[in-house]
């Protein structure tokens, strides 16, 4: 079974080499005076070369799982891992680099920047490392990775010019284009149309499949599922199942199954 699902952590160290590890993570928040589990105990690991979705109804905790997870948000107790570096040790400096350097992000919400082209927006974590706007490396590399989303002849368009799904095919270049552990995407496809939510999943797809990443996606969308290796399922903050090549069917009798708050 490729991805685990346990309540308690292994005896002993971890081993480094898995994308992405949780272990008894819980955030908490304070709500009308009381403590209230966004994400409660929840520990799972997710191998290199997986694509993955966390699945769960709204107000589950899904965006939570991911933003612990990437590192965006910091558990209220519990370890998280990428390749094995534990994020709870990381001071806030080192927690923004190793963001920048081996995780990408693809939201809902473009966040691409309208006064920058579509290559320099794909360009821009190149150079938030460090990397020379005039070192023409960083253009090739761009277009390279504008090449694999099917923009190559739209880069030095304003994103205000695409349309949203070529916008979204932007922004996975842009999570792409640093060659990350882990690209997290939440609700990548959430505002597009069916035939476009199908081009950027299939993106995903081929991200995990020819270059051997790791895509962790938080979707609604049962169809949106069918495309991952396996699914997790969230309820009130826990993880209550998994599974294996997900299709439509399973996914949406799943999510048909009891309520939660
Ligand atoms: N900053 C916060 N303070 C208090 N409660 C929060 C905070 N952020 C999230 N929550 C609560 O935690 C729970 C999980 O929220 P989360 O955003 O993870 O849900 P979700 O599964 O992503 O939902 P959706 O599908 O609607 O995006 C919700 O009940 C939410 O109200
Ligand atoms: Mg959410």
Known sequence: MPLRTRRRPPPGPTTGTDALTLESVTRRYRRGGRDFHALENVSMTVPPGRFLAVMGRSGSGKTTFLQCAAGLDRPTSGTVRIGGTDLSRLSEPALTRLRRDRIGFVFQSLNLVPSLTAGENTALPLLLRGMNPHDPAVRERALRTLAAVGLRDRADDSPLRLSGGQQQRVAIARALVTDPAVIFADEPTGALDPVTAHEVL????????????????????????????????????????HENHPTPQTVTRRLAGPGER
């Open 202 to 241: 299939r993106l995903l797809r081929e991200a995990v499949d020819a270059s051997g990443h790791t895509v962790v996606m938080v979707t609604h969308d049962p169809q949106a599922a069918a495309w991952t290796d396996e699914a997790i399922f969230i309820e009130s903050g826990r993880i209550v199942a």
